[in-house]
Every structure is written in structure tokens, then in C-alpha cells.
């Protein structure tokens, strides 16, 4: 590729809105523009990056016995009502009509689209396990979309969805896409860690958030030097406080105006499902005076920690629910800070506690729930959040911790999505049984931006040879000078012939100049031609990591692009 011909407007300018590094060095440098809130075009260095973490993706999937398929984007809203999440994903679901006023939504996941389409065409043991994947857009009205492409509106996701047999099959294809996750992502060349993201409140660990360790990461997590233990601290134990009182390092004062705050919290309890935890937080006397909620999709398979056996409650309507939180039954819409914590007034929980506590079925909230008479809060715990220094829970070693950027999620779903669209088979002894599924979601676009978050300098992007956009670039120091251009060209087509994708910076600018530029794209490789070198046969090759530049023999370049 000759550098005059690429597409690639590079600016001097820093975009104002541009928080992190992977959004400055990727606008700057020429790989993607904005085109609304959370959209971006890829142009075509970032097409060529994310092509190549498509391929890593798609090799490791088909590895795995991964079958890929194209899925509709544009989803019926029945679907939605029949797996109960229509009304349940709240306010990130796009939502659309046609013009006979049918609704429709943009994927933001595919768990309905897919169960839909094996229910109809799989109805053996002998057609299971089956694995089925896309690589797609997918599209969620995030509430916050920011980071550039780590957190857009529309952005490319990898999801594999599984069917098995029974519980022992998906174990063995959760396996599967674990092993497949961590060679995708050593693979690309990035430092990640594999935590747990559901351990502690529900007990086992039934999914995991594979996490880029990086500075600018939205996760905070904890890991063990010594094992295998690491945790998003979002779902790790809390501990027991010695101290009531502490207030916990990384949870801000919040409140809504005149109201609450976080210091009169006593003790918790924990309702969980897969991906919603709901906290109530109680003071001295019982009193709730704060919900927290974290998680952002469905709540299915609630289990209730601490709570009274005696406990019969009653369901309140949808109606009744949104009345009284104001929110879709379900879901509780993040409100605040980083951690997603409201503190409601007191007035307002008061409402609350014969109200919202906590859902166990689509649309159904308990009320009518009293904390002392309905359930015993016996063991306290404060808000402090599991972290650094503390011990391993499973070797006792010192925990350290880290701040990760989520890049994949594996999770088995179990049974949900196929009891609620009844997608069943008969299995060997002729009976017939729901199918066990997983879930597997990589973040393609995320993955390029987590990338750049950690291999950067002063000078710009620092691409790991494996998804660079251009394994190498050729810098003539001058391109008037004929025999510098030729003997240039001459090592330019040789890579090219060897299978390299490489570039010519053939502008006639001066090479501090196309150096700028070549660290701010990133190239793993610079070969410079100078005459000086050129007489010598040697040519001065530069690895973008390093400081130093080496001198080596024409002939020997290509060793340094592996
Ligand atoms: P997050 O916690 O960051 O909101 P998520 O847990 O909602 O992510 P999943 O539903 O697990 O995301 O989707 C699978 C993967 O898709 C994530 O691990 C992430 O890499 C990617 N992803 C999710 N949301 C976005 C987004 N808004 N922009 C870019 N990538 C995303
Ligand atoms: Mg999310
Ligand atoms: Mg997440
Ligand atoms: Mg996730």
C-alpha cells in the first residue's frame, strides 16, 4: 500500500470529548470517526485490525466446533414477550415499528433469535451438542455510551450460543469456549485474566468475565499472585466489616437531594440473580433505607440470601411496580455513580419497603415484604468491597488487585431461554427434555479499543504484531532521491511477495515526519532507507516497542516480522 493512496486522515488535534487513549490515538490516527453518540465508521486501517481479530475469533470458534451463521439484526418484540425480556430490558433496548405498527428491536444479544431457530429444526439427542456463532453488530441504547468504542451504541460483538443435553454437556462446552476465550485472547497478544463475575452471593461460579488489564478499565478486580482465584469486585464477597462504620474506599457519598447518605447504612442484604444483584441496605433499626441494584439485563432465578423460611409474599402487578419505582418491572434502571447506586430518600423508601423487594419472575416484584417480621438480617456486613491485601479465598495468599476492561463473557444460561421458548428434544430413552444452554459473548470492536489501551506511548499506538493493520512500514528518506526510492521499492515488493502486509511512505515529506506518523498508526515494523545504509547493503529497521534501532542486512528483515 502506498501511504499516499490510504485513507488514513491522521489529526494533530486531540478530540475534546476523547476521555481514554484507545478514543484519542484511534481518532487521531486515522482508524475511526464518530458519526452519532456511540457510533463510530471504521475506516479502513481499523477494518483491517478488526478483521483480524474476526479471524482469531472465528479460527478458535470453528476450533471448537463452532458453527457460524448470519442472524437478523431487525427482532420481532413477540420473540421478546415469549422469553419475558421485552418489557424487562428496559431502556437499552432499541425499539422500533413497521409501518403496520408491529414492534421490532435491534439486537442487543441474540438468546431469543437463536432458541428460536434451533427449536424449530432440532429435535434429537443425536442433533446435540450443537454450538452456533455470529460476528455482528449489535446494538444498545447504552446510558451512558462513552470511551469511544469501548462503550458504543452499536458495535461488534462475536456470540456463540450452545446447546446440550444436559448439565454435563454444557460443562463440557462452557469448557470449550473457556479454552477457546483464552487463546483468542493470548492470541491477539493482550494481558487478560479470566474472573469470576457471579461467585460469592449465588455460590459456584457460572460465568466469567474475561478482562484486559488496563488502567482505564471500567472493572475493578482482584486477583491471587499464587492461584488461579480472580474476581470482578462487584460480585466478590463482601466482608464482614470489624468497623460498621468504615465507609468503603470506592463507593462515593451519594444521595438524592437532602436525603440519606451512605454512612448510616448498617448492614445489607443480597438478592441475586446472573446479572442483577440487588442490595437493600438497612439501618440501625432495620429500617431500609437504600437500594442498589448492579447488573443491566433480565432477572431470572432470583435467590434470596437471609430470608425468613416462614416467607410467603405476595406478587405486585407490573403496574403496581412501575408506580412505585417509577422503573419497567425488572429492571431498575442504573441511576448515579460508577457503581450504579441510588440511595433513595427517606420518604421514598418508605414506600418502598412494603414495596420493592427484590423479583423473582418476569414482571413480579415481592411486596408487602416487612425486613424484622418477613426476614431476619442476621449477619451484617458493610460495603467494603473485597480488595487488595486481603486474603485468597482459596489459598490464603495475598490478594492484589487490578483494573480490567471486560472483552468476553462466558455463561451458562441453564435452561431459561429454552423453558421459556420450549425448545426441547427427545433424548435416548425417547423422553422429551428442555436443552441446556451457554452463552458466549466476545466484544470485537471493545477488543481493538482494549488493545490500544494497553500498548501505547507518548508517540501513539503500539499494535501487537498479530492484529496490526500493517505488519510493517518502508520509510525512504527521501523519495526524490532515485536510488534511495528504488532500492526501497525493490525491499517493499519483496515483503509484499513474502505475504507481508506492508506499507510505503512514498510523500515526499521529510522522515521526521513519516516517523511521526508511522508511531502514531503503530506499525509493529519501520524499515528506513537511507543512503548512508544503503551503501553499506544494511537498512535501519526499528521495532515500535523498543527504543533502539538496529542495523541489519537487507535480506534479514523479514526476521523480525513474525
Ligand atoms: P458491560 O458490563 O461493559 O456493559 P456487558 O456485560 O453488558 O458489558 P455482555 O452482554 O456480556 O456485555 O456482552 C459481551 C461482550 O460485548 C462484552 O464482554 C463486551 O466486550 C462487549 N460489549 C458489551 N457492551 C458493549 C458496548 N456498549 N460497546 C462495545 N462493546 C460492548
Ligand atoms: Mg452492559
Ligand atoms: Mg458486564
Ligand atoms: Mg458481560
Sequence with gaps: MYFSKLFAPTLREVPAEAEVISHQLLVRAGFIRKSSSGVYTYLPLAQKVLMKIMNIVREEMNKADGQEVMLPIIQPAELWLESGRWYVYGKELFRLKDRHDRDFCLGPTHEEIITDLVRGDVYSYRQLPLLLYQIQ?????????????????????????????????????????????????????LNFRPVEADSGVIGGSTTHEFMVIAESGEAQIVYCPECSYAANVEIAPCKPSENPQDIPKNREKVATPGQTTIEQVTGYLQIASHKLIKTLFFRADNEIIGVLVRGDRTVNEIKVQRLHPSLTMEMATPEEIRGVTGCEPGYVGPIGLKANVKIYADEEIRTLVN??????????????????????????????????????????????????????????????YSKALNAKFVDETGQEKLMVMGCYGIGVSRTMAAAVEQNYDADGIIWPMAIAPFQAVVVPVSVKDEEIWQASLEIYEGLLKQGIEVVIDDRNERPGVKFKDADLIGYPVRITIGKKALNEGVVEVKLRQEKEVNFVNKNDIISYIK
Aim: aromatic content about 12%.
Design 137 to 189: 453488530n449489535k446494538y444498545r441504547d447504552e446510558r451512558r455510551p462513552r470511551f469511544g468504542l469501548m462503550r458504543g451504541r452499536e458495535f461488534i460483538m462475536k456470540d456463540l450460543y450452545s446447546f446440550d443435553k444436559d448439565e454435563a454437556g454444557l460443562d463440557v462446552s462452557y469448557k470449550k469456549m473457556y479454552d477457546a476465550y483464552t487463546a483468542v485472547f493470548s492470541r491477539c497478544g
Design 355 to 416: 414495596g420493592v423487594c427484590g423479583a423473582n419472575e418476569v414482571d413480579h416484584h415481592y411486596i408487602n415484604v416487612v425486613p424484622g417480621r418477613d426476614f431476619t438480617v442476621t449477619a451484617f456486613g458493610d460495603l467494603r468491597l473485597i480488595e487488595e491485601g486481603e486474603t485468597c479465598p482459596q489459598c490464603n495468599a495475598v490478594l492484589k488487585s487490578a483494573r480490567g476492561i471486560e472483552v468476553g463473557q462466558v455463561f451458562k444460561l441453564g435452561t431459561k
